[in-house]
């Protein structure tokens, strides 16, 4: 099986600017496209040739794992945007963040911090437990929570390529335009459909 | 006595176009800086305050994250700064070209087997020459982990270490970190890494 770079479902510059074309450019075009490269390499003549990425990310492990994974994280971190989005959860998500952490506000700073404090890089989750209760996790490098049976429901990716270029050192200046293009009506989806 | 940001012995311009001024001030005074503050909040009134960086790394099992981090970082930064130098320096002579050859089979093979490190670190972290029970290797650690932590797989006396964060290369270099790894090779400073193999 072969993997290819999905669509960008915006343009490049339609999330300036909170996140600049250049920024996408390079983040989706050179990381984004490579980590499709590379797990293209890796699979072929291997055990995961014929694998989705979900098999991948539960059961591989090294480059196969880190790339595939990636890939899996660029998409649905790319995936949630739009500046013209919901800016606030909708119907039962907008319930269960409640239920789970007290109000939305709430939520917002504890997801912010995972953010900020996941050192080197990596990932920030907001993840839908068996139980059907809400949790944050940070993850490290290519971390993905599926492999620990969670439901991914929104993501920050908070390796510096993702904002260097815009913030430089100042990681929380990203998360706070983060939360600025977040659309609530994709991560409402997403969990209407796990 | 708290730790301090170290002063560099050059110019931010002075590593131009191998590595750009921009990179260099924000790397120093607020990456650095950063790790160093970071690190002096963490040990501050704890059996640490006091102690040297190098006891304190060689215990890091027995400490927080928050000083196995900014510890590492404070070192590592340190390091890098003097490890490299305007210009690079003429190549390695002496007992430490000796000992490269002995354990690589020559300056060529040394560097390809450090760019390696380098360049496949996956995530952030840095690469190393170790001295390790008198004897050469080349190793890579995550994070801001380094050779002389009790934690890392490699452990020895770090003698050249390159940052493979994002932050040391993107603003000039952005995706193509091989481009930067071979750009540090021209600035090497191999005197410095002569005096610390010497130790």
């Known amino acids: 099986m072969s993997f290819e770079l999905p669509k960008l479902p915006y343009q490049k510059s339609a999330l300036e600017p909170y996140i600049s074309e250049k920024t996408i450019e390079f983040h989706y075009g050179k990381h984004h496209q490579a980590y499709v490269n590379n797990l293209n390499n890796l699979t072929k003549g291997s055990p995961f040739e014929n694998s989705d990425l979900e098999e991948i990310i539960k059961k591989a492990d090294g480059g196969i794992f880190n790339n595939g994974a990636q890939v899996w994280n660029h998409t ?63 993850t490290g490098n ?12 929104l993501t920050c990716d908070v390796w510096e390529h993702a904002y260097y270029l815009d913030k430089q050192n100042a990681r929380p200046k990203y998360i706070e335009d983060f939360w600025k293009i977040v659309d609530w009506k994709v991560i409402s989806k997403r969990f209407s459909e796990i | 006595m708290a730790f301090e940001l170290p002063k560099l012995g050059y110019d931010y311009t002075a590593l131009e176009p191998h590595i750009d001024a921009r990179t260099m001030e924000i790397h120093h005074t607020k990456h650095h800086a950063g790790y160093t503050n970071n690190l002096n909040n963490a040990i501050v009134s704890t059996a640490l305050e006091g102690k040297s960086i190098e006891e304190i790394l060689k215990g890091t099992s027995g400490h927080s994250t928050a000083v196995r981090n ?24 002496g007992v430490l070209q000796d000992a490269l050859n002995e354990y690589f089979g020559s300056l060529e093979n040394f560097r390809e087997a450090f760019v390696q490190a380098a360049v496949t670190r996956f995530g952030s972290g840095w690469a190393w020459l170790v001295l390790q029970d008198k004897k050469l290797v080349v190793s890579s650690t995550p994070n801001q982990d380094n ?36 750009a540090f090779w021209n600035l090497i400073n191999w005197d410095e890494v002569a005096r610390r193999f010497k130790g």
């Not at chain 1, 239920?99 to 993840?127: I, Q, R």
């Not at chain 1, 290519?142 to 439901?151: F, Y």
């Not at chain 2, 932050?167 to 970190?177: D, E, G, S």
């Open chain 1, 76 to 138: 649905f971190y790319f995936g949630q945007f739009s500046k013209d989005g919901c800016k606030e959860p909708m119907d039962q998500l907008k319930e269960a963040i409640e239920s789970s952490f007290g109000s939305f506000d709430k939520f917002v700073e504890e997801f912010s911090k995972a953010a900020a404090t996941l050192f080197g890089s990596g990932w920030a989750w907001l993840v839908r437990n068996d139980d059907g209760s809400l949790a944050i996790v940070q």
């Open chain 2, 70 to 93: 900014n510890g590492g970082g404070y070192y590592n930064h340190d390091l890098y700064w003097k490890v490299i130098a305007p210009g690079g320096s003429p190549k390695p002579e």
């Open chain 1, 142 to 153: 290519a971390g993905n929570p599926l492999r620990d049976g969670q439901k991914p429901l």
């Open chain 2, 147 to 182: 050779p002389l932590m009790d934690v890392a797989e490699v452990q020895g006396v770090p003698l050249l270490g390159i940052d493979v964060w994002e932050h040391a290369y993107y603003l000039k270099y952005q995706n193509r970190r091989p481009d930067y790894v071979n």
